[in-house]
């Protein structure tokens, strides 16, 4: 089983949708939640982290059920520059119980809002 | 944004070329890494530095060598890789090497392995 899992897309939708992305993790000791959004050919860059009580940040829901080990990212009245590749990543304790947090980035879900 | 610099962009490069990829970052982080990003996979980490000390091998092949001279640059020095080497190569810093801790990635580095 993949470390985290996410449904890989690709998600086509009209401007002014509201979508959805899911994503699973295996290890249940996996302390910090993040989505990174790539645009093609870039850097993942940091959308939000994501807490047990949940969290939105404008048009922008996440979600964590720890007892699922399940994350969950909302996207509300989609927009264009919205398209992307989505990354769910899950941060662990390094191996050897170093303090060392490691990062484990899913496949990514790709996003393409049409107009 | 410059937080994070990597050159060069692009490199094409035989099987037993010697290469290195360089790495800056601006924004006083304590804390480098190397990942890379294959066609389709998902993005993997290579080796993480600590205070310039590598905390963090995963496992990555010897023709792979990373160098941290300081804070502030790191290196990934490359030998006769093969052409299933060739991927997006990403740098990154962060403040700490702790959860919680956000991870600001560099450009990237597209290497071609012919």
């Known amino acids: 089983r993949k470390e985290v899992e996410q449904d890989p897309g690709p998600f086509n939708v009209p401007e002014g949708a509201t979508v959805a992305f899911n994503c699973t993790y295996s290890n249940s000791a996996s302390q910090s939640f993040f989505w990174y959004r790539q645009d093609c050919r870039k850097e993942p860059k940091l959308l939000m982290s994501v807490y047990s009580s949940g969290n939105e940040d404008g048009r922008f829901t996440a979600q964590l059920n720890r007892a699922s080990q399940y994350i969950s990212l909302l996207i509300r009245d989609s927009k264009l520059s919205d398209s992307a590749t989505y990354l769910c990543?899950?941060?662990?304790?390094?191996?050897?119980?170093?303090?060392?947090?490691?990062?484990?980035f899913g496949q990514g879900t790709i996003l393409t809002v049409h107009p | 944004e410059t937080g994070v610099t990597q050159t060069p962009r692009h490199l094409v490069m035989g099987m037993t070329n010697k290469k290195s990829l360089k790495c800056e970052q601006h924004l006083g982080h304590n804390a480098m890494y190397w990942y890379k990003q294959s066609a389709k996979k998902p993005l993997e980490l290579m080796f993480v530095y600590n205070f310039k000390e590598q905390t963090e091998n995963n496992s990555v092949p010897s023709r792979f060598s990373p160098e941290c001279p300081n804070s502030s640059h790191l290196f990934l020095h490359l030998h006769t890789l093969q052409p299933e080497d060739s991927a997006l190569y990403l740098c990154a810093s962060s403040q700490r090497v702790v959860p919680e801790e956000t991870q600001y990635f560099g450009p990237g580095t597209r290497l071609l392995v012919l």
């Open positions: 990543v899950v941060m662990s304790d390094g191996a050897g119980g170093t303090s060392y947090g490691k990062l484990t």
